[in-house]
């Protein structure tokens, strides 16, 4: 076992009770009130510099060992889902209908030990901050961080960031150059049509039977308007309209999670979604307002950074345990935003065989802290020698 690796095994138990405190009592995107005093309690004891409420309930924790003036930016995220967990262990969540099912709260434990680590051994030579970033679940943490002047209050060169994934092997750590996850767009269409009741629908203009209408012709984007090259995925998720059988509808609400691989098949099927949602409204005769979230980031690894991370975590875990290329997903990651800003590169390490992010049954595998305990502490020793 690397000797890195093995020094921070001995505080595993450690990071086992902080990650089973905050799976225990999980807060949804911008709500980690408890989750933030609770991670900034631990690390003011650790001597470092922490600064609460940035991007309204984000933790940045800085550190500083010698006299040089290089600095990075390691990043996890806090915030749970609105998932009710069926996993039965000692440490399941106590707050019904939500839960860390995404495994913010091993990332969160795997930063706190690699942070008691490094406040303890200082072999590095510069700053590193501890990014605690909420809202991730919702994109949003990122970009409130940033216009909360993360970057201008905490200076940095690079950013690094790293995330669970089960269906990988577990401990492995996976590594891509370039594009790696998907933009996301969450949208919301409204049509306006005109109510009647059930037995007379001549009287009405149904925007159940527009919006009905709006949802197949919107399949039709991606599989006869992007490249089988490129990937893209358009879905509905939520159709929302009325309460009674005998009765038509006011208004029909779509929810849309509009997800895209590169900038230019993103602007295509946006345009899609805006003509064909247009053109669809024209033919039944409702109305129409499409109301546009965040604007969506693909997450773009820094190809010198993710080569140089790679080798780094070879020689922690031994090269058969690192994978480059790794693979790339159609889910979105917030940490896209920082990667519009500075360089760097966001990892993979294997959940193993376990049910997916997201899903009741999913829990974070404890082995893993040290692992990812100790990429973090080798970054920060190499960045900052």
Partial sequence: MNPLIEALSVTQGDMKVWRHHMHRHPEL?????????????????????VTEG???????????????DKAIGLRADTDALAVQEMVDSDHKSTVPGKSHT?????????????????????????????????AEEVMGGAPAM???GLFERFPMERVFGMHNMPSLERGKLYFTAGPVMAAVDNWEIELGGKGSHGSMPEKSIDPVVAGASLVMALQTIVSRNVAAKDAAVVSVGAFLAGDAGNVIPQTAILRLSIRTSSPETRKLVLGKVRSI????????????????GAPGAVLVN????????????????????????????MGSE??????????????????????????????????????GAAYWVAVTEHYLK
Wanted: aromatic share 10%; proline share 5%; net charge negative.
């Fill in 29 to 49: 995107a911008f709500e980690e009130h408890e989750t933030a005093r609770y991670i900034a309690d631990l690390l003011r004891g650790w001597g470092y510099e």
């Fill in 54 to 68: 940035i991007g309204k309930t984000g933790v940045v924790a800085s550190l500083r060992a010698g006299d040089g």
């Fill in 102 to 134: 995404c495994g913010h709260d091993g990332h969160s434990a795997m930063l706190l030990g690699a942070a008691e680590y490094l406040a303890r051994t200082r072999n590095f030579n510069g700053t590193v901050h501890l990014i605690f970033q909420p």
């Fill in 146 to 148: 940033i216009a909360d």
């Fill in 277 to 292: 949602t247009a053109a669809q409204a024209a033919s039944f005769a409702v109305s129409h307002e499409i109301r546009e």
């Fill in 302 to 329: 820094d190809p010198a950074q993710t080569a140089e991370c790679a080798q780094l975590a070879g020689a922690l875990v031994g090269e058969d345990q690192v994978v480059m290329p790794g693979p790339t997903f």
């Fill in 334 to 371: 917030d940490f896209a935003y920082y990667a519009q800003h500075k360089p760097g590169t966001y990892c993979f390490i294997g959940n193993g065989d376990t049910p997916m992010v997201h899903h009741p049954m999913y829990d974070f595998d404890d082995r893993n802290l040290p692992i």
